[in-house]
């Protein structure tokens, strides 16, 4: 590869590093993958997805259709959506140590 294009793909990843630090909300909430997720579950910093289903279980009927681990203003939220029998979508937010409910509303 050139030295151009090493330049301009290292100009791209400063430029794009740049604007995610510039956006405090892009930062804020990410996405943790099924690597991470292990490993904070295995450290006991989260609590298994089966405990969270159990709990969610507990407030709202239906079928699983999503479900995300995200690290939000300084925790680890478990984000969990069901499709009820009216055919409705309800967004339920936990905390991922405590399973705590957060947040229980309709999905748009």
């Known amino acids: 590869m050139s030295k151009l294009k090493c330049g301009r793909c290292l100009s791209i990843i ?3 590093t ?3 630090m510039a956006m405090p909300g892009t930062l804020a909430l990410a996405d943790i993958d099924h690597r991470a997720a292990r490993e904070l579950r295995l450290s006991g910093k989260i609590l298994p997805l089966e405990r969270i289903i159990e ?6 009927t239906g ?3 999503e479900t995300e681990l ?3 203003k300084g925790r680890y939220i478990y984000e969990v959506e069901i499709l009820d029998d009216d055919g409705l979508v309800w967004e339920i937010e936990l905390d991922a140590a405590t ?3 957060l947040k229980i509303e309709l999905d748009d």
């Open 99 to 101: 399973a705590e409910i």
């Open 14 to 16: 400063l430029l794009s």
């Open 70 to 72: 995200e690290f939000e």
């Open 63 to 65: 079928i699983i259709i």
């Open 55 to 60: 709990v969610v279980r507990e407030v709202k």
């Open 18 to 20: 740049g604007l995610m």
